[in-house]
């Protein structure tokens, strides 16, 4: 269930972004924040379940 808080915050900052900017976010400065807070998130969302996932299998194996 906690990982809901990072995907939601991700997409929701796409949809924002594509929404406030007639789905060009990359051509005003908003736009261009909210899609790299999205892509952090989507990254630290990511690694976040790479290190639990290796660190499942260290403690099972």
Known sequence: MW???PA???FG???IAFSLC????????WGSL??????????????LVSLVAWLVYFIVN
């Open 3 to 5: 990982w809901i808080v």
């Open 8 to 10: 939601a915050l991700s």
């Open 13 to 15: 900052a796409f949809f």
């Open 22 to 29: 007639d789905g060009e976010p990359m051509r005003s400065e």
């Open 34 to 47: 909210l899609i790299g807070f999205a892509n952090f998130m989507l990254f630290a969302f990511a690694t």
